[in-house]
């Protein structure tokens, strides 16, 4: 089993050494959030997986440009895996967005993974002019504008919300054929969308039992696709699964689990180092 830090649940003053430390005791990933804009009128957004629909971040929440912080903290490590959890591609063009992240996957020496979603939040694409409406088609359509960019020589599109001349995109992304995709989400669209265009899926926060029926709806999608599970990633998010679990997450298939190892932001390194002893993390062979 790999593990990965969701370092967005901590102090972004300590997300750097945060990422450092796990980068050194053998966690596999470190994983940031990402919005470009919070607004105060939040209350139409119904935040998925919150009992009240109530947005779970206040408007006044930091935000970063997560594949930026994440290169800044490829600089200072050297194989954790560098991920967002998840980035909305859609809200910008995909020759924005396309050269984000094959930058952060070129300064890293290919070590971006690029987690999308369609986003809840009516109101930050209302901010951009933008209609929420057509949130999960403009998603797609970006995500095959990024993948031929990544991997093509010259590039031209004609489609319902980017179209573009022919123009060549330099340099490829270090990871073949492009960095991973993974698509975040829990409705049918999210699970269709991981199956048709993406690498993998990559969960909101489950328990073993909730992830379980999730799992294997994704199985019998990819077997009707006629798509190989091997090499498909299933992250599963399960902050508090007890180390008892992680066999059982195994079985079920799971690449990967993201993971919450400190609550104090103050003793985050120290608290990583316990629940690294306590989970079998370790760094690999020769790392």
């Known amino acids: 089993m790999r593990f990965g830090v969701n370092l967005g649940l901590l102090h972004p003053a300590v997300w750097t050494d945060v990422a450092v430390a796990a980068d050194e005791l053998g966690y596999e990933s470190v994983w940031l959030p990402e919005h470009l804009v919070l607004t105060t009128d939040m209350a139409d957004s119904g935040y998925p997986g919150a009992a009240d629909g109530r947005p779970p971040v206040p408007p006044e929440t930091p935000l970063f440009d997560a594949p930026v912080f994440l290169a800044s903290i490829a600089a200072r490590t050297r194989h954790v895996l560098l991920g967002t959890y998840v980035y909305l591609f859609g809200l910008r063009h995909p020759l924005v967005a396309a050269r984000a992240f094959g ?41 095959e504008v990024a993948k031929r960019l990544w991997t093509e020589p010259v590039v031209g599109h004609r489609g319902r919300f980017y179209s573009f001349d022919k123009v060549v995109f330099e340099p490829k992304p270090i990871s073949r054929p492009h960095p991973p995709l993974l698509a975040g989400g829990e409705s049918a669209a999210a699970l269709r969308r991981a199956v048709r265009l993406c690498d993998g899926w990559i ?28 090499p498909f990633q299933l992250t599963v998010s399960a902050f508090e699964a007890p180390p008892e679990q992680v066999a059982a997450f ?38």
């Open 103 to 143: 930058t952060l996957d070129w300064v890293s020496g290919g070590r971006a993974v690029v987690g999308v979603g369609a986003g809840w939040m009516a109101a930050e694409w209302r901010a951009l002019e933008l209609d929420f409406a057509t949130r999960g088609a403009r998603l797609d359509e970006a995500i």
């Open 203 to 230: 969960s909101m926060p489950h328990t073993l039992e909730s992830a379980r029926p999730q799992i294997e709806r994704l199985r019998r999608m990819l077997d009707e696709a006629g798509r190989d599970p091997g």
């Open 250 to 287: 195994e079985e079920l298939g799971v690449h990967r689990l993201i993971v919450r190892p400190a609550r104090r932001s103050r003793q985050a390194v120290e608290q990583l180092a316990a629940f690294a002893g306590r989970y079998g993390v370790s760094p690999a062979p020769g790392q």
